[in-house]
């Protein structure tokens, strides 16, 4: 275990599989505090005790509640500062895409929903837990962004679209929130989670020669520069995306 966030407590969103899970285990090794969140109860709690398995000292709380509703945030932000007393990093990685392909056969009350849940939602918890802690005691949020948030990709459009949009998010609240939060991205190219299931199944080998690196990304790739960005050892980054990608974007496809 590390302990360069002993003392401090942390909220993962969407973290009962995949990404979210892995922030967790991560967070935990590096010696802090885990509050985690997903919309329900049973997987979330299940991942809590898996998280408690490991055998870390920080404590593990699990909060379930749909991130695309403001009453369920404030409940989850308040739960996991009444547990461990502070919010010190907020990691927002619920993400949902029940769209795919062309946008102008988009069922537009989905698209909404695609930028509530993916962008307005993110804004939601940062707004929680400034209020609850960060505006007075600083801290570090991370938003999981993608890489089909920086370069189109005609399959995943609307999802894109949200994940452009949360990257300027990013940004802009670095800018307001600064210098006592620090707020960046991280944009993953395909992961091999659930999530990204329809990406790869049907052909993994092909899905990842794509890739300078020769594979597809695990959850662990992505949790450990979230790890990182969250730590005092990024303490003068903040509005920066960081890709973890494999190399994707620098062959100039995707």
């Known amino acids: 275990m590390s302990d360069e966030l002993v003392g401090k407590s942390a909220l993962v969103t969407g973290a009962s599989r995949g990404i979210g899970f892995a922030v967790a285990s991560e967070l935990l090794r ?9 919309r329900k109860q049973g997987p979330l709690e299940e991942a809590a005790e898996q998280l408690r398995g490991l055998g870390y000292a920080g404590k593990v709380l699990a909060v379930a509640g749909n991130s695309g509703e403001a009453g369920a945030r404030a409940e989850q932000v308040a739960a996991a500062v ?24 988009a069922d537009l009350d989905a698209v909404r929903k695609i930028f509530d849940v993916n962008v307005v939602a993110a804004l939601g918890y940062v707004q929680e837990a400034y209020r609850a802690w960060m505006g007075e005691h600083g801290g570090a949020v991370v938003n999981v962004a993608s890489v089909a948030g920086l370069r189109s990709t005609g399959v995943i459009a609307a999802y894109g679209a949200s994940k452009a949009a949360l990257i300027r998010l990013t940004e802009e609240l670095a800018w307001q ?13 395909v992961i091999k989670t659930k ?29 450990g520069l979230i790890g990182f960005l969250a730590s005092d050892e990024s303490g003068w980054i903040t509005g920066t995306t960081i890709r973890v990608d494999g190399g994707l974007l620098a062959t100039g496809g995707i």
């Open 30 to 38: 590096r010696g802090a505090n885990v509050a985690v969140t997903a």
């Open 177 to 189: 929130l600064g210098p006592k939060i620090r707020v960046n991205a991280v944009a993953p190219g």
């Open 82 to 105: 009444a547990q461990f007393g502070s919010l010190d990093v907020l990691i927002n990685n619920t993400g949902i895409n029940p769209v795919y392909g062309s946008l102008m056969e």
């Open 195 to 223: 999530f990204a299931d329809a990406l790869y199944s049907a052909d993994e080998e092909a899905a990842a020669a794509v890739y300078p690196m020769k594979r597809l990304g695990s959850p662990e790739d992505v949790a």
